[in-house]
């Protein structure tokens, strides 16, 4: 009805007009490292520090769902672009909304139907909010727990590399000597780090994940491979490495 439509425009407005600040400033880090350029019918544009605009987004995100009483109907898309502080602001805001619109024709198969939106596109990457940006999200927490104390800094370059030759031969159509590579890599540096038990059996449960292309040993929906989303969540643990080092 109307009325229906005219409570639901106006509860979407006073979310985007006002709640989206508060959010904002009632988080300090959030108020130092981020500003709210626009925000306004069901539209937001937002610039900051890398990691602190990634965490606005899944807050804004998880607090939209809530402010929505996970209504399965409604969602968010978000686009998200990485550039140097001196970079055109205007030209960035034209490639964070290419990053949206990628993240709007996102689709995923959800229990037999296939689902466009409710994504969120990262490093060029649209991930489904609740079932791929949660997956990556965890994979990329334990890199960066384990890497460089317990497993060296290479295993991001090596994830990289395997990742670049199961995409090329498996587009040529080639026999897919990558699982070779892996298998040798990752019980190389195994037996080197054979002491700490949690980096050995994280290198074995991410071996059979990408062979098996599952995740925690289950399968996931998902149109990528597991190895796929592994180096998007080694990128992200290498920016983050990187913040670390520079700190």
């Known amino acids: 009805t109307f009325s229906r439509y005219s409570t639901l425009s106006r509860s979407l407005d006073y979310f985007f007009k006002g709640y989206i600040n508060t959010i904002w400033a009632n988080d300090e880090e959030l108020k130092e ?77 959800l229990n037999g139907i296939k689902t466009e939106k409710n994504s969120i596109c990262l490093l060029d990457v649209p991930l489904h909010w609740d079932k791929e940006f949660p997956l990556v999200k965890q994979l990329k927490i334990k890199l960066v727990e384990l890497i460089p104390e317990k497993l060296p800094h290479a295993l991001i370059s090596k994830i990289n590399s395997l990742y670049e030759m199961q995409k090329e031969q498996r587009e040529k159509k080639q026999n897919e000597s990558w699982q070779w590579i892996l298998a040798y890599d990752f019980a190389r540096t195994g037996e080197r780090h054979k002491k700490d038990e949690s980096a050995v059996n994280f290198l074995k449960e991410l071996e059979r994940d990408i062979i098996c292309d599952t995740f925690d040993g289950k399968k996931f929906p998902s149109r990528y491979s597991f190895l796929e989303l592994l180096n998007l969540a080694a990128r992200w643990a290498e920016m983050e490495l990187r913040n670390k080092t520079t700190e």
């Not at 399965?72 to 034209?94: T, W």
């Open 33 to 109: 490292y981020s500003y709210i350029v626009y925000s306004g019918g069901d539209d937001l544009f937002i610039v900051g520090k890398w990691d602190t605009i990634i965490q606005f987004a899944e807050k804004i995100y998880t607090t939209f769902r809530h402010w929505t009483c996970y209504n399965e109907n409604l969602g968010i898309s978000a686009g998200i672009v990485i550039v140097s502080p001196k970079f055109p602001i205007m030209k960035a805001a034209e490639m964070a909304g290419d990053a949206e619109k990628k993240a709007k024709n996102h689709e995923i198969e």
